[in-house]
């Protein structure tokens, strides 16, 4: 059976043929009245206030919850020794870690619901948790 070819000339002769947009006043409207959708639409979503917002530490020995707003230190012990997590001022960082490389206290300070850190090698996790309960549960687009 012969292999198909695809010449090369074809390919460099589909970007050397010059293409003339021509753009007009009403496709700038439309262009920017999109694109001022796009930012309201994502300040809209992504800048809920997280007056309820947690902070959830896991270690080997169970896990804690505590407010975002708290003034607390938690110490979680691992495989490694004691890793020193604390929240203050609406954030929450990793102080210090018994592991080599020292990544989660190089990470720095977490405050949005989502963001988390982890010690992998002394299993200590610690992620912002929303305090507000999904009151619909799953739907359709979950399965």
Known sequence: MKKASFPLAAVF???SKKVVVSFKPLDAAVALLSLGAVVFSSFTVYAKPHDN???SV???DGAWIFPLDAEDTATVSGPLGD?????HGGKARVLS???RNQTCVAQGEINTPGQWIA???NNVFAVIESGEKD???LDASAW
């Open 13 to 15: 002769s589909l970007f």
């Open 53 to 55: 917002a947690q902070v």
């Open 58 to 60: 896991r270690g080997q």
């Open 83 to 87: 890793t020193v997590v604390a929240i």
């Open 97 to 99: 870690s018994p592991c």
């Open 119 to 121: 010690c992998l090698p």
């Open 135 to 137: 009151q619909e549960g």
